[in-house]
């Protein structure tokens, strides 16, 4: 399912198409994907603006004009392809083929841009595990509602983190897969950043906070790892696994960069570690770090 740095690099991919341009039509060629279309889903749509296009976490939103708030989720297998007048563009070096079939194109907006051009943005889901839903009024979704701190930017840091870890006695990898504290890590990108800062998956997560307020070093260095290692994989494109593309078809560079991730029984790559990346299972998932220099 795609992390974070996927969802922002679609996010990225779709803005120069859809932010500003009007909605033309909308085709929902069944009546649900995950869940069910929101009643009057394409009329509620057709004739407005799109504002804004933004992420929350792993969720796109689209800001209407005088509507409300759509609210996309790509699932396992969702992808947008997005259609000119010259045919579908599918710029990068590396291009992997997608489902092009039509009864996996679900959802297709007819966009009218500003200057006259017209485009139309497809939503392809063979899974059907994505899903588009409306938010009404001025509170958060549910399903943005209990969302925690994103990890981007410098609202995360040392001070932070402290705080939404002390007590905890769960995990430190499960504590910062938990979306209530930190909105939008993943597997992946959770054991990029637990190598970065040193720090083992296995730690009980209250002990990174340090005492009397103060913030701990270790929680210091392990906001920076998650900022950096975000931010990072924002910038290659994301991680491109299994059959993951971008808006435009181009696959991330990422993946090459994993400095523990899928790399069991290969020595780490810190300079004078010399020790071995480990695989273990927690919570059901993979777990991969460096049990040397990872404490």
């Given amino acids: 399912m795609p992390e974070l740095p996927e969802v922002e690099t679609v996010r990225r991919g779709l803005q120069p198409v859809m932010e500003g341009a009007r909605i033309l039509s909308v085709e929902a060629r069944r009546p649900d994907l995950r869940f069910p279309f929101p009643p009057d889903f394409a009329a509620r749509l057709a004739g407005r603006r799109i504002i ?81 839903l409306f938010a009404e009024g001025p509170e958060p979704h549910p399903m943005l509602a209990d969302l925690g701190v994103e990890p981007t930017g410098n609202s995360l840091d040392g001070k932070l983190l402290t705080e939404l870890l002390r007590g905890r006695k769960t995990p430190l990898k499960a504590a910062l897969l938990d979306q209530t504290v930190i909105a939008g890590l993943g597997n992946i990108y959770v054991s990029e950043a637990l190598w970065r800062a040193g720090l083992s998956p296995r730690r009980l997560a209250g002990t990174v906070a340090s005492a009397a307020g103060r913030t701990g070093e270790r929680a210091e260095r392990l906001a920076i790892a998650i900022r950096s290692v975000i931010a990072d994989a924002i910038a290659a494109g994301g991680s491109s696994l299994r059959d993951y593309v971008h808006a435009d078809g181009s696959l991330g560079y990422f993946q090459h960069s994993f400095s523990v991730y899928d790399r069991q029984g290969e020595p780490c790559r810190k300079p004078r570690c010399g020790g071995t990346i480990r695989r273990i299972v927690q919570g059901g998932r993979s777990t991969f770090y460096c049990p040397a220099c990872q404490r």
Avoid at 71 to 100: N, Q, V, W
Avoid at 102 to 125: E, I, M, Q, T
């Fill in 52 to 132: 804004s296009l933004g992420r929350r976490a792993k969720y796109l939103t689209a800001e209407i004009e005088g509507g409300p708030q759509l609210i996309c989720h790509l699932g396992m297998s969702g992808s947008f392809r997005i259609e000119d007048d010259g045919g579908a563009s599918t710029p990068g070096d590396f291009h992997h083929e997608r489902s092009k079939l039509a009864a996996h194109d679900h959802v297709v907006f007819h966009l009218g841009s500003p200057d006259g051009r017209k485009s139309k943005v497809v939503f392809n889901d063979p899974r059907r595990f994505g899903f588009m």
